[in-house]
């Protein structure tokens, strides 16, 4: 199901894109990987006891990152979006604090690794409860109209899977009759953990649904960043306009198990995994930006050094940290008295 990238052209169609912005984009895409990497070394290693990958999401996620807008828009994550968290202003220093639960991460050490949040970087605190964050996104995007909050948008995003569960419906419909400013942006992926497409729903096209609610929908390939980019812009220009929401669904795959506690073998081959593997985004799009002269081959390679050096000292530094102490437990739970029932 998934598309291949395309192929190295000259005469790029960069879709507004500048070289500098492409190379952002690319740089993403590396440090995506090996964040992604080091999370499932650390777990071999015994010293995380889970992580989560994105390996597949790398260019839907790069360039939908580089089509938000930092300080107006807000990003409603789930827990596979790395790349998103990293595009729109996080740091691999912040990221891996998250894996290592220590007391200087955003949450406090409390949180899930990959659940990110960040109101420095506009991203909403999620849980892991399949599409309990996108009522709380819809909500967020209810109160930028009901403010009359120009040129804001809420970007909210969830896998294949979630399309299934009722509160995604609620949320769609709720979005559409109130006109709402947010893009809901599906990272298809084709496995709802262990649950392929054909299992989860008869109508394998996500985007056919936006019919239904009474939005636009639109199918992009997500193995391609420039693509991703310039169909996530449309839809956020759209809701800044306030012309309401969209309903976009991005193509990709998931390479890794669903998580370090997932063996994916027990539900699908090696060999399909290694034959979509032939469309793995990361050197298809350094093949596109060597091939159209964006990127030499030397550039590509004190890139990838650059982006394991800044992996290494983030790793370093946010292992040294501290973990959170007890007496913090029921800080920021509940508002006002804190202390447990007794």
């Not at 964050?133 to 899977?161: F, S």
């Not at 420039?226 to 991005?250: C, F, M, Q, W």
């Not at 998931?254 to 027990?266: E, G, V």
């Amino acid at each position: 199901m998934a598309k291949s990238a395309p192929p190295a052209r000259e005469g790029l169609d960069k879709r507004g894109l500048t070289d500098e912005q492409l190379r952002a984009i690319f740089r993403n895409m590396l440090l995506q990987r090996a964040l992604d990497n080091r999370g499932f070394q650390l777990n071999r290693q015994g010293k995380v006891p889970f992580a989560l990958g994105s390996e597949g999401h790398e260019a839907l996620q790069a360039g939908a990152a580089m089509a938000f807008s930092r300080g107006n828009d807000i990003l409603a994550p789930y827990y596979r979006d790395l790349g998103l968290a990293l595009g729109i202003g996080l740091s691999p220093y912040e990221i891996l604090l998250s894996i290592f639960a220590r007391a200087a991460d955003h949450n406090g050490g409390r949180q899930f690794p990959n659940h990110y949040s960040s109101k420095r970087a506009g991203v909403m605190s999620f849980s892991s409860i399949l599409a309990a964050h996108i009522p709380h996104a819809v909500g967020a995007a209810y109160a930028m109209k009901l403010r009359g909050e120009k040129n804001r948008a809420v970007l909210v995003t969830c896998g294949d899977g979630t399309t299934s569960e009722g509160e995604w419906h609620e949320s769609m419909n709720f979005a559409a009759i109130h006109k709402l400013p947010v893009v809901m942006l599906v990272e298809n992926n084709e496995w709802a953990i262990s649950t392929p497409l054909d299992k989860q729903m008869g109508q394998p096209e996500i985007w056919k649904r936006a019919a239904g609610y009474g939005m636009p929908g639109v199918r992009f390939n997500g193995f391609d960043p420039i693509e991703t980019y310039a169909v996530v812009k449309n839809a956020l220009d759209r809701a800044h306009r306030g012309e309401g929401p969209s309903l976009i669904e991005g193509v990709c795959y998931r390479f890794l198990a669903h998580s370090t506690d997932d063996n994916d073998l027990t539900y699908r081959t090696k060999e399909e995994v290694t034959e979509h593997r032939k469309d793995d985004p990361v050197p298809g799009f350094e093949r596109i930006l060597t091939g159209a002269g964006v990127m030499t081959v030397a550039d590509v390679e004190a890139m990838k050094k650059d982006v394991l050096r800044e992996t290494n000292e983030a790793t370093d530094h946010a292992a040294a940290m501290p973990y959170p102490v007890a007496s913090d437990l029921y800080t920021h739970v509940y508002e006002g008295a804190y202390q447990p029932w007794l």
